[in-house]
């Protein structure tokens, strides 16, 4: 994916020079390709369908059989479409997109518009697309009318019949005209980000709250981008067809089709709507069942491949599914586990954030910012071995900013240290505020991490040092469960317990002795 820097109306100031590291041009294996330059060398370089350069998997994991299911009906390259045994349907299923990246950066440098197209690539690759070439163009602002300029849309119309291509990814938010025409000039399918991330989405949701909310998120994408092709979906004529219609036998009631199909989306989008609000009360009984119980909850939080569930899966056993791609998880997991003294409290795994979030998903994220923003403490997971990590934290940042009244103790995990620079890893902590160093893959850091949660748990606010009768001994054993039991004796008329525990069961314990 040659990544040229050709701006078509102003000077080209960024370059990568020739002495650059891997500034070696190779022959691409594309026939009738030209020449890649060294940025589109760095970002083909990575050999996986993830922006982290190490597969990782840890024994910790499981046996993985959900990422089987997930692989078992990707799209297989070098298939054959000229076989006469393969049905339609089964072309649709296993062809894999061949794609050309459009990306375009108004600020910044050279090394932030190629983590933004590392990233662009990453995300393709994991929708079940080939990456070939690209293209790349510094502009003070985008075109308003085919994203990039009129000259560099020529060259990548050039560049996407060279390789044979079949979709573009543009890296930013089309408005619709400017894909429609940038569709005209390039002559095939053009997606932007949103698109790409919602197709995403919509492969890996797995609950049907989940589903629901991809489904609402692409329709309301979908609904301003509908586009009429001539006469199959012009308005009916009507009057003496001033317009020059076809006059009489043309006119009539009902609907043209781009009318039907906008009628039915919105009929459909406020479907969904109602069983969603309905999904609700679900979560809401959820938490509210762990609040009653005063069971501390941990969410965890981060940038999408930051090793969240790999974490859970250290921390917990509890072997959800992790896979070298973006976002791979999608549901939030929780699980129950203890501290070190006793105390049980839950994790919640969360859905990975990104940069630029279309706005289309805030309302599938609902669940996630939910469990973030009723948490008692937020492990921040960062990928330390990421380029820029410290953007992936703004960006993160960013997003849990759209939280009302977000205000939850923040503990900043950076993972992957095992791959991580010393001097990243140490100038990150200079930054943030608490903060551990682990390695989710080895087991690194584990143990340290757990006990700074335990600290940093909100601990029972009442002291009681009181004798519970035998008969009760469910109060004693919710002592231990969400309380800390400092002291505990038997004795012949019953249990000496000596505990700090909650206000309610500090009530009930006072009440039985």
Do not use: C
């Amino acid at each position: 994916m040659p990544i040229a820097f050709h701006p078509d109306s102003e000077p080209d100031t960024d370059v990568v020079p020739s002495s650059a590291p891997g500034a070696e041009a190779a022959e691409s294996t594309i026939p009738g390709s030209r020449t890649r330059d060294p940025l589109t060398e760095r970002i083909l370089a990575r050999g996986d369908a993830s922006v982290s350069s190490v597969t990782y998997d840890s024994s910790t994991d499981g046996d993985q059989l959900d990422l089987a299911d997930r692989h078992a009906l990707r799209r297989v390259a070098g298939l054959r479409t000229d076989i006469e045994d393969v049905t339609e349907v089964e072309y649709r299923q296993l062809r894999l997109e061949r794609v050309v990246l459009a990306g375009l950066y108004t600020s910044g440098d050279v090394a932030e518009a190629e983590n933004s197209l590392r990233e662009l690539a990453a995300l393709a690759e994991t929708a079940g697309s080939e990456v070939l070439e690209g293209v790349m163009q510094r502009r003070a602002h985008p075109d308003p009318a085919t994203f990039l300029g009129r000259g560099k849309a020529a060259e990548l119309a050039e560049v996407v019949t060279e390789v044979g291509a079949d979709t573009v990814i543009a890296d930013g938010e089309l408005a619709p005209s400017q894909r429609r025409a940038l569709e005209d000039i390039v002559k095939v399918k053009v997606v932007d980000r949103t698109a790409l991330i919602l197709d995403i989405f919509a492969q890996h949701a797995k609950s049907r709250e989940g589903k629901a909310q991809v489904e609402l998120a692409q329709l309301e994408y979908l609904l301003p981008r509908l586009r009429g092709w001539g006469d199959s979906m012009s308005r009916q004529a009507g009057g003496r067809v001033a317009a020059g219609g076809a006059g009489m036998g043309s006119r009539g009631p009902g609907e043209t089709k781009i009318e039907l199909d906008r009628r039915r989306i919105r009929d459909r989008m406020s479907k969904l709507r109602r069983e969603i609000k309905a999904m609700a009360p679900g979560r809401e009984a959820q938490r509210a069942d762990r609040h009653r119980n005063l069971v501390p909850s941990v969410a965890i939080a981060g940038y999408t491949n930051a090793g969240k569930s790999s974490l859970l899966n250290r921390l917990t056993g509890a072997g959800v599914l992790v896979e070298n791609a973006l976002f791979a998880t999608l549901d939030p997991t929780v699980r129950r586990t203890r501290t070190p003294d006793g105390r049980e409290y839950t994790y919640a795994d969360t859905v990975g954030f990104v940069r630029h979030l279309p706005t289309q998903l805030i309302e599938a994220f609902r669940s996630t910012l939910e469990e973030v923003g009723d948490a008692d403490l937020l492990l921040h997971v960062v990928d330390a071995s990421h380029p820029d990590p410290e953007g992936q934290i703004r960006a993160v940042r960013t997003v849990l900013g759209e939280i009302e009244g977000f205000d939850v103790p923040e503990i900043v995990v950076l993972n992957k240290a095992d791959i991580a620079a010393p001097e990243t890893l140490a100038r990150i902590r200079s930054q943030v505020g608490l903060s551990a160093v682990v390695s989710a893959r080895t087991g690194a850091g584990i143990e340290k991490l757990r006990d700074l949660i335990a600290e940093h748990l909100p601990r029972p606010a009442v002291e009681v040092d009181l004798v519970v009768p035998y008969s009760r001994g469910d109060l004693i054993s919710r002592a231990h469960d969400t309380g800390e039991v400092l002291g505990e004796e038997h004795l012949a008329e019953g249990t000496h317990l000596h505990a700090r525990v909650d206000e309610a069961l500090a009530a009930e314990l006072r009440g039985a002795a």
